[in-house]
């Protein structure tokens, strides 16, 4: 309806129709690019591309540069190269074992290698010199460990503590309410849920774009646990 009432306006402003709907066409398509899911990782793949180079030309010069080698390993990690990026960072935290990044990223590498006791040592690490670490990140990793495994109950503990740093974290909110479903907590796994459809209505845009998946999957699940 409102793009009736926009066409209107417009065909009245240009005197022309066709224009009209030749604007509200370039309008439509410029918000589907700014909101689309797809560019922003697109964008995002793109970037870590050129900085992965730049990286590794670095270390090609200073093999030593701890830095450059830590962040090789976070963006390598990130892009689920799991056996590259602990090659990195296992050469990084000897100069950066102060440093939470590297041991966050070290310990999340260990995590989906399957290295339960080492991932936890090296995250609990980073959370030790920065409790609020990435917004609470190091927990929902470690949650994820679990719910991976449909450790439902062992997960519980984790997700709470992302959502107690971060409480519109869409994707630490739906994880949580999926394991109250699993452990047959109906109540709070509705509470949860409504908590995480809530955060993503009201995320800003480029959050909206980063966590469009897990707002989706949250008002699914929502639907199923009859709270919607």
Not at 16 to 30: D, E, H, K, M, Y
Not at 120 to 134: K, T, V
């Given at each position: 309806?409102?793009?009736?009432?926009?066409?209107?306006?417009?065909?009245?402003?240009t005197g022309?129709?066709?224009?009209?709907?030749?604007?509200?066409?370039?309008?439509?398509?410029?918000s589907?690019?700014?909101?689309?899911?797809?560019?922003?990782?697109?964008?995002?793949?793109?970037?870590?591309?050129?900085?992965?180079?730049?990286?590794?030309?670095?270390?090609?010069?200073?093999?030593e540069d701890?830095?450059?080698r830590?962040?090789?390993?976070?963006?390598?990690?990130?892009?689920?190269r799991?056996?590259?990026?602990?090659?990195?960072?296992?050469?990084?935290?000897?100069?950066?074992?102060?440093?939470?990044?590297?041991?966050?990223?070290?310990?999340?590498?260990?995590?989906?290698?399957?290295?339960?006791?080492q991932?936890?040592?090296?995250?609990?690490?980073?959370?030790?010199?920065?409790?609020?670490?990435?917004?609470?990140?190091?927990?929902?990793?470690?949650?994820?460990y679990?719910?991976?495994?449909?450790?439902?109950?062992?997960?519980?503990?984790?997700y709470?503590?992302?959502r107690?740093?971060?409480?519109?974290g869409?994707?630490?909110?739906?994880?949580?309410?999926?394991?109250?479903?699993?452990?047959?907590?109906r109540?709070?796994a509705?509470?949860?849920?409504?908590?995480a459809?809530a955060a993503?209505?009201?995320?800003?845009?480029?959050?909206?774009?980063?966590?469009?998946?897990?707002?989706?999957?949250?008002?699914?699940?929502?639907?199923?646990?009859?709270?919607?």
């Open positions: 309806m409102r793009t009736f009432f926009l066409f209107v306006l417009l065909s009245w402003v022309n129709p066709i224009l009209a709907g030749a604007i509200i066409l370039l309008i439509l398509g410029g589907y690019l700014l909101y689309s899911r797809r560019l922003y990782w697109f964008r995002q793949a793109w970037r870590d591309r050129g900085r992965v180079r730049e990286l590794r030309a670095e270390l090609a010069v200073n093999p701890a830095k450059a830590s962040d090789l390993g976070a963006i390598l990690a990130r892009k689920g799991f056996g590259e990026a602990l090659a990195e960072l296992e050469k990084a935290i000897k100069r950066c074992d102060d440093v939470p990044d590297t041991n966050f990223y070290l310990g999340w590498t260990y995590l989906m290698l399957g290295n339960l006791e991932g936890r040592a090296y995250i609990m690490r980073a959370l030790e010199l920065n409790p609020r670490f990435g917004y609470g990140e190091p927990h929902l990793r470690l949650g994820d679990f719910f991976a495994r449909g450790e439902y109950k062992e997960a519980v503990p984790h709470e503590a992302f107690a740093i971060y409480s519109s869409v994707e630490g909110l739906y994880k949580l309410g999926e394991c109250y479903l699993a452990i047959d907590e109540e709070k509705v509470e949860i849920l409504r908590e459809v993503f209505r009201n995320s800003p845009w480029y959050r909206r774009q980063q966590e469009r998946g897990w707002g989706g999957k949250a008002r699914r699940a929502l639907r199923r646990a009859g709270g919607a």
